[in-house]
């Protein structure tokens, strides 16, 4: 299946905060700091929000963070809002190849 | 603006062969490693193919490995993905992605393109 482990789902309500796991190897995510995470609401392209673990894009609202600790990383959004209902995909890159998560739906309640 | 626009998909049957292409636009091409990534039907995110900037290096994902190629050509700024032996688990919306500058991120994909492979 996919190479990185993620919850199915988690959800919140808004204002609250929800974190989303990534669960790695010593292949990926334990040797590389090179894990992003992507945005993809219903119908659209997924769109970067974290890189390198921990890292935003131009554009991207600081209520989004990374972090990583051994072969797992997070993704944590604060204050949710309606708009961030969307599926959300871990990546980690390592020197050959790069491997993605299973996705987590988030449903903002 | 950064644009990334694939085209080139269709229904196939298995076995057969489609090339896909991704015309880039708003950055310098030839710069940038690209990388194909596709979606299947309901299902997550699948890493394809990445080619370096040059085109010098190329990587495969296990399950495509002898059966795509990547290419590029800096001069038209366009990305290419030669599928052959086209199997039914190969259907899928196929997106073009770039790296995000200075690093191994991908920063901006396209609108993707749909490759059904059915009898």
């Known amino acids: 299946q996919f190479a990185l482990t993620q919850p199915p789902s988690v959800s919140g309500s808004p204002g609250q905060s929800v974190t989303i796991s990534c669960t790695g190897t010593?292949?990926?995510?334990?040797?590389?700091?090179?894990v992003s995470w992507y945005q993809q609401p219903p119908g659209t392209s997924p769109k970067l929000m974290i890189y390198?673990?921990?890292n935003r894009p131009s554009g991207v609202p600081d209520r989004f963070s990374g972090s990583k600790s051994g072969n797992t990383a997070s993704l944590t959004i604060s204050g949710l809002q309606a708009e961030d209902e969307a599926d959300y995909y871990c990546?980690?890159?390592?020197?050959?190849?790069?491997?993605f998560g299973g996705g987590t739906k988030l449903i903002v309640l | 603006e950064v644009q990334l626009l694939e085209s080139g998909g269709g229904l196939v049957h298995p076995g057969g062969s489609l090339r896909l292409s991704c015309a880039a636009s708003?950055?310098?091409?030839?710069?940038?490693?690209m990388n194909w990534v596709r979606q299947a039907p309901g299902k997550g995110l699948e890493w394809v193919s990445g080619?370096?900037?040059?085109?010098?290096?190329?990587f495969y994902a296990d399950s495509v490995k002898g059966r795509f190629t990547i290419s590029r050509d800096n001069s038209k700024n366009t990305l290419h993905l030669q599928m052959s032996s086209l199997r039914v688990e190969d259907t899928a919306v196929y997106y073009c992605?770039?790296?995000?500058?200075?690093?191994?991120?991908?920063?901006?994909w396209g609108q993707g393109t749909l490759v059904t492979v059915s009898s």
């Open positions: 080619i370096s900037f040059g085109g010098d290096d190329t």
């Open positions: 992605a770039k790296y995000i500058d200075g690093g191994v991120d991908l920063d901006y």
């Open positions: 708003g950055f310098t091409f030839s710069t940038y490693a």
């Open positions: 990546s980690s890159y390592t020197s050959t190849r790069r491997v």
């Open positions: 390198a673990v921990s």
């Open positions: 010593s292949s990926d995510v334990v040797t590389y700091n090179r």
